[in-house]
């Protein structure tokens, strides 16, 4: 499946390239993954099924790809300074648990919201804490040629390696503005590989090093685990448009110390936009954010969000609404529906070919993951009455592997969800429906009013002539 090539943004050339892999057996993918000390957002979520579109169309154009998405237990701080609380410290002392605690329970909860979400996991899930002392050796090669130590502790000179922040492309002004003074650093984007702790400090997480006893940087964990798994020179490297600025040129830095050469470690860097609210773009800093979960609770299926976040190209800013959301449950309710009718019809019929549609589909998603683009051919091919039925059903395959919405398998039944909130069970709403429908054949309008009052009152919105087939939905 690559007779169209597939042509990418690569966020160092700031230009579309076409996409030669290294090695077409073996694609290498890399994607900085969740820090373990909270719950992910779902503006964080966007960078995950961003980075599974990517892999879908990879492997669907015929490069067999070994995906790796890190888990940052340890380093991290609440900010993109060299010095303060570390997250995973901070959140284990507030919860007053062990931060091996935190990290394994929002670790098994970011993989439950990854299952929703239909993400294709990943070859290797690569944890901070099972290689420092990998990042404690890569830090002594480095350090001779581009390190200093001040009381803090090791620091990179980004003074060392050729063009830094070429990724960022950003004014030194907009860069300081996010890194908190250090004293005595040579310049004020300089980063710390480790992190020496201060006297009298009692962290869970330290480690002795040829710096004292302490912790590694959040930048180096990266470097090393990318390269540990997919070697010193890899393919892609992904990840939010907020690592563009700062993590990703500390990365590449680092490699390119490693190196001692020009080489930024990834072929391509490929960067995902905000998801943004009326308010600004979704941040955790508030204490107040949407999660998987609140969709859920909501009433809403986690692949709603999915097809919401595909109808924005990447790269594009995705306004996050309830009401964008209710528009994509309504449309992803067409499309299971439209592939209900279809699997319910009898075998035969036109014998138009659906190979058109993969071939577009292809196309678009081949022009930089134009997933904007495909999704109206995926309607067209389900309404297309020239096309056999039992073919149309048989290109979702194509589209499922790309898209990831499981329209082959996935049923109304699983689409509907209970609200959090909701008062009655389904089997209950199902039993009033049935007396509702018997009372308006009978022509008995008082008693139909009557139940669809009863079921207004317990929160259940009654939907007559529904032309999706559903009856009722959870009002909210």
């Given at each position: 499946?690559?007779?169209?090539?597939?042509?990418?943004?690569n966020?160092?050339s700031?230009?579309?390239?076409?996409?030669q892999?290294i090695?077409?057996?073996?694609?290498?993918?890399?994607?900085?993954g969740?820090?373990v000390?909270?719950?992910?957002?779902?503006?964080?979520?966007r960078?995950?099924?961003f980075?599974?579109?990517l892999?879908?169309?990879?492997r669907?154009?015929?490069w067999?790809?070994?995906?790796?998405?890190?888990?940052?237990d340890?380093g991290?701080?609440?900010?993109?300074?060299?010095?303060?609380?570390?997250?995973?410290?901070?959140?284990?002392a507030?919860q007053?648990?062990?931060?091996?605690?935190?990290?394994?329970?929002?670790?098994d909860v970011?993989?439950r919201?990854?299952?929703?979400?239909?993400i294709?996991?990943?070859?290797?899930?690569?944890?901070?804490?099972?290689?420092?002392a990998?990042?404690?050796?890569?830090?002594?090669?480095i350090a001779?040629?581009?390190?200093?130590l001040?009381?803090?502790?090791?620091?990179?000179?980004?003074?060392?390696?050729?063009?830094?922040?070429?990724?960022?492309r950003a004014?030194?002004?907009?860069?300081?503005?996010r890194i908190?003074p250090v004293?005595?650093k040579?310049?004020?984007?300089d980063?710390?590989?480790?992190?020496?702790?201060?006297?009298g400090e009692?962290?869970q997480?330290e480690?002795?090093s040829p710096w004292?006893?302490g912790a590694p940087?959040w930048h180096l964990?990266?470097?090393?685990?990318?390269?540990?798994?997919?070697?010193?020179?890899?393919?892609?490297?992904?990840g939010?448009?907020d690592?563009?600025?700062?993590?990703?040129?500390?990365?590449?830095?680092q490699?390119?110390?490693h190196?001692?050469?020009?080489?930024?470690g990834?072929s391509?860097?490929?960067h995902?936009?905000?998801?943004?609210?009326?308010?600004g773009?979704?941040?955790?800093?508030?204490?107040?954010?949407?999660t998987?979960?609140?969709?859920?609770?909501?009433?809403?299926?986690?692949?709603?969000?999915r097809?919401?976040?595909?109808q924005?190209h990447?790269?594009?800013e995705?306004e996050f609404?309830?009401?964008?959301?209710?528009?994509?449950?309504?449309?992803?309710k067409?499309?299971?529906?439209?592939?209900?009718?279809?699997?319910?019809?009898e075998?035969g019929g036109?014998?138009?070919s659906?190979h058109?549609?993969t071939?577009?589909?292809?196309?678009?998603?081949?022009?930089d993951?134009?997933?904007?683009?495909?999704?109206?051919?995926?309607?067209?091919?389900?309404?297309?009455?020239?096309?056999?039925p039992a073919d149309?059903?048989?290109?979702?395959?194509?589209?499922?592997?790309?898209?990831?919405?499981?329209?082959?398998?996935?049923?109304?039944?699983?689409?509907?969800?209970r609200?959090?909130t909701a008062?009655?069970?389904?089997?209950?709403?199902?039993?009033?429906?049935?007396?509702r429908?018997?009372?308006?054949?009978?022509?008995?309008?008082?008693r139909s009013?009557a139940?669809?009052?009863?079921?207004?009152?317990?929160?259940?919105?009654?939907?007559?002539?529904?032309?999706?087939?559903?009856d009722?939905k959870?009002?909210?």
């Amino acid at each position: 499946m690559t007779r169209i090539p597939l042509t990418l943004y690569n966020s160092l050339s700031r230009q579309l390239e076409t996409f030669q892999p290294i090695d077409p057996t073996d694609v290498g993918l890399y994607t900085c993954g969740p820090t373990v000390y909270n719950y992910q957002h779902i503006g964080n979520m966007r960078a995950f099924l961003f980075a599974d579109t990517l892999g879908r169309v990879l492997r669907w154009k015929g490069w067999p790809t070994t995906h790796i998405i890190n888990i940052t237990d340890v380093g991290h701080l609440t900010s993109d300074a060299d010095v303060g609380d570390d997250k995973m410290e901070k959140a284990a002392a507030a919860q007053g648990r062990s931060i091996w605690e935190i990290a394994a329970y929002y670790t098994d909860v970011f993989k439950r919201d990854v299952a929703r979400l239909n993400i294709v996991p990943p070859a290797r899930w690569a944890v901070a804490t099972d290689h420092i002392a990998e990042m404690i050796a890569f830090a002594e090669q480095i350090a001779p040629k581009h390190c200093y130590l001040l009381d803090s502790g090791l620091y990179f000179d980004v003074a060392t390696v050729p063009d830094y922040g070429r990724l960022a492309r950003a004014t030194t002004d907009d860069i300081e503005s996010r890194i908190e003074p250090v004293a005595g650093k040579r310049n004020p984007q300089d980063f710390a590989i480790w992190r020496t702790s201060t006297p009298g400090e009692n962290r869970q997480m330290e480690w002795d090093s040829p710096w004292g006893r302490g912790a590694p940087g959040w930048h180096l964990e990266c470097s090393v685990m990318s390269k540990h798994y997919l070697g010193a020179h890899f393919d892609i490297h992904t990840g939010g448009i907020d690592h563009r600025e700062i993590h990703h040129p500390n990365e590449i830095a680092q490699n390119q110390a490693h190196c001692d050469c020009a080489d930024t470690g990834a072929s391509v860097w490929m960067h995902n936009n905000f998801l943004v609210e009326r308010a600004g773009k979704m941040s955790k800093s508030t204490g107040q954010f949407t999660t998987m979960q609140t969709i859920v609770d909501r009433g809403f299926h986690p692949l709603a969000y999915r097809l919401m976040c595909l109808q924005a190209h990447y790269r594009s800013e995705l306004e996050f609404s309830w009401e964008n959301l209710a528009a994509a449950a309504i449309r992803l309710k067409r499309m299971v529906q439209a592939v209900e009718t279809l699997r319910a019809r009898e075998p035969g019929g036109p014998s138009g070919s659906a190979h058109a549609y993969t071939d577009r589909l292809e196309e678009a998603v081949s022009d930089d993951l134009a997933t904007p683009r495909a999704l109206p051919i995926l309607d067209e091919l389900l309404a297309d009455k020239r096309v056999a039925p039992a073919d149309r059903v048989a290109a979702l395959d194509d589209f499922d592997a790309v898209l990831g919405l499981d329209l082959a398998t996935i049923s109304r039944e699983d689409l509907r969800i209970r609200p959090i909130t909701a008062t009655i069970d389904e089997d209950a709403i199902a039993a009033r429906l049935a007396d509702r429908r018997d009372a308006r054949a009978a022509r008995d309008f008082g008693r139909s009013d009557a139940i669809r009052d009863e079921l207004a009152a317990a929160g259940v919105e009654v939907m007559d002539g529904d032309s999706l087939g559903w009856d009722w939905k959870i009002a909210l």
